[in-house]
């Protein structure tokens, strides 16, 4: 199984990628987010890879990061989501939003992607629902995630011993990063999600 392949970028567009490595040119499907970070032809890249082989076709998808690996691999995981669509839904929108809406289960804007049919994007947010961290997926959108994502769960976990379960918490966390955007510590994350609970 491939998992990166590190070489020469030859050639680029929004939906494909190939990457000469000792000799050999490796073609791969890619998100446009992907495609955003590419480098220029002629120089050095590196990409993760999901190399997926079928009775009658052997593929390769690659990836920027390896949260966008994953989340390809959780849609591919649902029934009836293949890697096309699963592409598709990775270059409609930003990682961050993606989680975001399928955390929250937001079927509407998942199935505003073109290929995404309304009954798919139900079906995506029903199963994945658990599965992603509404946390995190605030945190992927962020430029600093690390540190996005530090002073969100410290909220969530603030909120929880102030007594509010963990769903209600990460629900309130994500209500405020939603109204107010700019909000960067703990404390205002917390004071703003107390004040929205009337509280």
């Known amino acids: ?22 000799g050999v040119g490796y073609a791969m499907e890619i998100p446009v987010s992907t495609y955003d970070r590419l480098p220029k032809t002629g120089e050095e890249v590196k990409l993760l890879v999901y190399h997926c082989v079928r009775e009658d076709d052997e ?3 690659g990836f920027w990061t390896p949260a966008e690996r994953e989340l390809f691999l959780r849609l591919t995981a649902v029934s009836g989501v293949g890697p096309k669509i699963a592409l598709s839904i990775l270059s409609g929108g930003s990682l961050g939003e993606l989680s975001l809406a399928i955390a929250g289960g937001d079927a509407k804007r998942l199935s505003a992607i073109k290929g995404v049919g309304k009954k798919t994007a139900e079906k995506i947010c029903i199963e994945l629902k658990d599965k ?38 990460s629900a309130m966390v994500v209500a405020v990063v939603k109204a107010n955007p700019s909000v960067s510590d703990t404390e205002s994350v917390i004071r703003l999600a107390l004040a929205g609970r009337g509280r």
């Open 132 to 169: 992603i961290n509404a946390i995190e997926a605030l945190a992927l959108g962020s430029k600093t995630a690390r540190d996005e994502k530090a002073f969100l769960v410290d909220a969530r976990k603030a909120l929880g011993a102030l007594g509010f379960t963990d769903e209600i918490a």
């Open 1 to 22: 199984m491939i998992s990166y392949i590190r070489g020469t970028l030859a050639e680029k567009t929004p939906g494909t990628a190939i990457i000469e490595a000792c």
């Open 59 to 61: 593929s390769l998808y």
